[in-house]
């Protein structure tokens, strides 16, 4: 097989080749960063939260009549006995924020209490004595908060500079690198020691930088309904639905002078779904584009191919006349595509690059990582191969004395 042969017959159709060339370089450079996108969108949902997702159940309940802080709490405590001897449930809670809900309660908290110190949002959760279970939260250092140290919203908020914290371990690695956190001293609502920390806990919403999504800190207060939403942790993840039309029963029953309604309930994983629907909508779209740009390519090469085909049919049969193999004919327009898919490649992984850096200045993407390359590469050559693979077979079956007659 001569190349310069090859090269010779590609520099008469120098157009066509060049239109093809960018064709393959554009698929190939929007291919390599879409697919990196939707590697991103499917990390991002699929992030581990630290809690047992698929066995909770959230309650929200809006009060219709104002009440005493005292009342709305004896109700309360009344509403955590009722939920709690539904026959499914296995533990209930109240807490400040659900994951994947719309608000984001936080903190700026350091490391000193110096007016110019620096300091981080770090998300903060309040709740009862059962909030850890019910969460199914892991602890890896220090100790769960003990029954006395439990305070009202009100005590914590007016400055508690007793109140203990358990953190996340993220964020003991960000205040406290290559040390045990427990003992040691945050500064969030007044002084707070650390007595704990869990494996993971993350932010009910994205809220400033990605890597500060498993900063959280859990505080041991005493919610009312009104400041937060029951939290249920059901035996069997099939009950759910059961256990949500069972405590929203309970609920009516309970406090008639109330909203409950089945909008303000939920499943976590439905929470989860709700959440990152944009997401996934982001990821098929991008899945959509993928797909098209490369059957677009495979159609521009198999019809250019065709083309080249049917002009050259004189051509093909003298070769055939002189002694070349069907293997011949096949063998050389399969290497003319894949010098044509090679340009076009290398010149798409310099926009690929060059696209990848815009996205990271524009939209703070990460970079592309070196190995979307050579996969785009071989994809690309593939579909090369086997678009050309018809016209090719269709060429290398020319009879070689109906060829040589034509003109």
Request: charged fraction near 15%; proline fraction near 4%; include cysteine.
């Amino acid at each position: 097989m001569h190349f310069r042969h090859i090269l010779s017959a590609l520099g008469r159709h120098r157009i066509a080749v060049c239109l093809l060339v960018l064709e393959i370089a554009f698929s190939c450079a929007v291919v390599c960063n879409a697919l990196f996108l939707i590697g991103a969108r499917l990390d991002r949902m699929h992030r581990l939260t630290g809690v047992d997702e698929a066995h909770l159940v959230e309650v929200g309940v809006r009060s219709v009549a104002p009440g005493s802080p005292e009342a709305i709490m004896a109700q309360t405590r009344t509403d955590l006995a009722a939920l709690g001897t539904i026959p499914d449930v296995a533990s209930v809670s109240i807490i400040n924020q659900t994951l994947f809900g719309d608000s984001f309660s936080g903190s700026g908290v350091g490391l000193s209490d110096a007016p110019n110190a620096p300091t981080i949002t770090v998300t903060q959760y309040f709740g009862n004595a059962q909030l850890a279970g019910t969460l199914g939260l892991k602890l890896v250092d220090g100790r769960w908060f003990k029954p006395d140290e439990f305070v009202s919203d009100e005590q914590l908020e007016g400055g508690g500079a007793t109140v203990p914290v358990i953190i996340t371990r993220a964020l003991a690695e960000h205040f406290f690198p290559g040390q045990s956190a427990a003992g040691k001293v945050i500064y969030a609502f007044g002084t707070n020691r650390v007595v704990g920390v869990v494996d993971r806990l993350v932010q009910p919403k994205d809220y400033g930088p990605a890597e500060s999504y498993e900063y959280a800190m859990l505080f041991p207060v005493n919610l009312s309904y009104a400041q937060g939403a029951y939290l249920l942790r059901v035996k069997d993840a099939s009950q759910r639905d059961a256990v949500i039309r069972t405590a929203l029963q309970a609920l009516k029953g309970d406090g008639p002078l109330r909203l409950v309604s089945p909008k303000n309930a939920r499943t976590l994983e439905a929470a989860r779904a709700k959440y990152y629907r944009n997401d996934r909508a982001m990821a098929w779209m991008l899945v959509g584009v993928c797909l098209l740009l490369l059957i677009v390519t495979a159609v521009g090469i198999g019809g250019l191919a065709s083309f080249w085909v049917a002009q050259r049919r004189r051509q093909i049969g003298i070769r055939r006349a002189v002694g070349a193999t069907r293997s011949d004919i096949l063998r050389y327009f399969q290497t003319e595509n894949f010098l044509i898919a090679t340009l076009g490649i290398v010149l798409g992984m310099v926009l690929a690059y060059g696209l990848n850096l815009v996205l990271m200045l524009h939209y703070e993407l990460g970079r592309l990582p070196g190995w979307y390359f050579p996969v785009g590469a071989v994809t690309l050559w593939i579909i090369g191969q086997l678009a050309v693979l018809g016209p090719a077979l269709r060429a290398s079956h020319v009879p070689p004395v109906v060829a040589t007659r034509s003109v």
